[in-house]
């Protein structure tokens, strides 16, 4: 995957995306897999925004049963199953455990129902099957959970992933398939043109500005997506006769990192008295604990956790523990906006999770994304990219459907695969077992491909300092392949490390840094410059 904004001048495409995350990253992989000319562009970082800044779940919603929404408990947990077919090392089965105390919002018997329920809706067999799990049980598999209270335990299966290198596999198969795609590539100005037969405007073309150069060119389509999320007021605000009226709901999630109080157990747990749920997960050998849920109305980009945030999150795991977290266990945090479809008069928890696409009447060819999740990016991209295809007179004809795999898919069973793949490895190029496991669950069937890049490079085998099983290699595929241009490109979307390279990594981003400015024709100084610029990011994650 190359990065050329020349591309993008010299063509007229059928379908331009405005947005790099997870949204239009799956809604330019299957207008691709159709045959379409596919453009999109990122102001940012390709999944900079919210879709880096999520739970890391592949998941049905068990809370969304509650609130009758079927409909999307049933396209996420088919969408589960889709996705372990076809990007198993991007959709990891994990158990997950929901205790019960007194004083919950629920028993145990209307837990039972609801869980029969999301087994009907998306079982993967029966090793996926929902059971309870006695008292006694619970507590010798979990030992820091608190006893006091304590009914019984459910549990349950859904999936775990990373979610920005979920966003760029979409975008390197999308890419793979014909698409031209760049980051840090800004949408300033929209042109428009009318129609033949006197219906509303169209947009002909988009003014875009190359954020590292300031050079712009000007990218022309004949239907346009809007897949900004939490921007996509902004963007339609330079449309002709925009209205002012929001089409999107701002809300905040922030996650802590904690030590791993439930060990190989992801949980799932009430907060009363309110409606509200947390989520924690095993990650990094630590726990990621999330989330939060209030209405925003800042500039989406100022985003950031507060230690009312975190207060709020330790409380409410704090109730389920043996023994209470506090803010010195916290190693990290980060923040996201979800930008929900507008229901008035509920919660921000109670707010629907469904998509929905909006069109302003007054533009003929420009659709904007509302509302939607991590799990449901496919089927969302599926759905929208037909509709596109539908309005340009173009035919299904050759379409893969739900059966295209992503490139990291390898074609035999995934375990076997990660065994096989790890052996060969230590036999070629002679890395550590545990480096070459982590290649191969981080990359899948790619991993190779970064592993070829020592052929050229030996030097690249060495490990960074103080992260033992991450090689230069990658630093370097990142940048050959991954259209990583920035530090932190590499170090919160790239590495599979997220959120934990924004702590404790003071040894290895020197190293990171000489890679880049090596292959990017840095000076000193702008070398320093930009590790400058990653430890600011840094410490405006803490809380």
Known sequence: MKRSLEALSNQLFDLAIIGGGVNGAATARDAALRGLKVALVEARDFSSGTSSRSSKLIHGGLRYLKQGEWKL????????????????????PLPFCLPIFSGDPYSPL???????????????????????????????????????????????????????????????????????????????ALETAPTADGRPVRIAAAQVVDKLTGSRHRLAARFWVNATGPWVDRVRALLPRYDGIPTVRLTKGTHIIIPPVTGRYAMFAAIPPSDRIFVLAPWHGYALLGTTDTDFDGPPESVAPDRADAE????????????????????NSFAGLRALVLQPGVSPSQNTREYRFHEDPW?????????????????????????????LGQSDRGYPGRTAPFPGAPEQDFEVFVADATRQAVEDFKIPAATAERLARTYGRRARQVLETLRREPRLAEPLPGEPSLLAAEVAFALDEEMALTLEDFLLRRSGLNWFAASGFDAALPVVASIFAERLGWTPVQRDVAIQAFTVTSKALSV
């Open 73 to 92: 408990v049933r396209e996420a947990r088919r969408e589960r199953r889709l996705l372990l077919q076809l990007a198993p090392h991007l959709a990891r």
């Open 110 to 188: 209307e837990i039972r129902l609801g869980l029969w329920l999301y087994d009907l809706l998306g079982n993967l067999g029966p090793r996926d099957r929902h059971r309870m799990i006695p008292r006694a049980e619970a507590l010798r598999e979990m030992p820091r959970l608190r006893a006091e209270g304590l009914r019984t335990v459910a549990l349950y299966h859904d999936s775990e992933t990373d979610d920005a290198r979920l966003t760029l596999e979409y975008l390197l198969d999308a890419a793979a398939h014909g698409a031209v795609v760049a980051n840090y590539a800004e949408v300033e």
């Open 312 to 331: 709020y999150l330790l409380h409410a795991v704090n109730r389920v523990l043996r023994e209470p977290l506090t803010l010195a266990d916290v190693r």
């Open 363 to 391: 533009v003929g060819n420009f659709i904007t994304i509302c509302g939607g999740k991590l799990t449901t990016a496919r089927s969302l991209g599926e759905t929208l990219a037909a509709r596109v295809a539908s309005r």
